[in-house]
């Protein structure tokens, strides 16, 4: 449910590519789409006011925060689809850190030793899903939105996702969302084959 309180565009694709490849090349998720990524997606920009004129990805600027934007988008992706989920791929955390058995936090799971943090239809709130956004916002916003096949079984607790798993998700993926202008704005990638998700337009 996106709001008149923020600017969707379509960037540049000579400018916004590289970033995006720059920003995901640490992401497992990233990794799996491979040429996918590049070839065969759309692209778009949130932001919460015009970026001034000339500004890169990665410059900072005086400027509101989006993330209630991302919040309204996963809710809306959770009750439009029954197998729909969210994870945020935590780049820097590991399931072996002492502060995970110190905090009470939500579910995570875990493949390759990298850590995701997912938000799922049951009982999907905006409370719940900035709980999960802030367990996972270390070194910026890395999600993706998938649908799975429905004889996928969605796990409600912390769990170690399979090889087989983690390819469904990530075959399933419709779209990934990354931070942009310092935490100022979304880069939003769509899978082109899937068509139109959510409510991007």
Request: net charge negative.
């Amino acid at each position: 449910m996106s709001s008149s309180r923020f600017l969707v565009a379509s960037p540049d694709r000579e400018k916004a590519m590289p970033y995006i490849s720059d920003r995901l090349k640490c992401s497992l998720f990233a990794e799996q789409l491979g040429a996918v990524l590049v070839e065969h997606g759309s692209l778009r920009l949130v932001t919460a006011s015009e970026p001034p004129a000339g500004i890169d990805y990665f410059t900072d600027w005086s400027k509101s925060s989006c993330k209630d934007w991302l919040v309204d988008e996963i809710v809306v992706h959770m009750k439009l689809y029954p197998n729909a989920i969210v994870l945020f791929e935590d780049i820097v955390s590991s399931p072996t850190d002492p502060h995970l058995s110190a905090q009470a936090h939500p579910p995570y799971w875990s493949h390759q030793g990298r850590m995701f943090w997912p938000v799922v239809p049951k009982g999907i709130t905006p409370s719940n899903v900035e709980k999960v956004m802030a367990w996972s916002a270390g070194t910026g916003t890395f999600s993706v939105f998938s649908t799975l096949p429905s004889d996928f079984t969605l796990t409600l607790g912390t769990h170690f996702l399979s090889h087989n798993e983690f390819q469904h998700i990530a075959s399933s993926i419709t779209r990934l969302v990354t931070d942009v202008f310092d935490g100022g704005g979304y880069l939003v990638w769509e899978r082109e084959k899937l068509g139109s998700v959510g409510h991007l337009t």
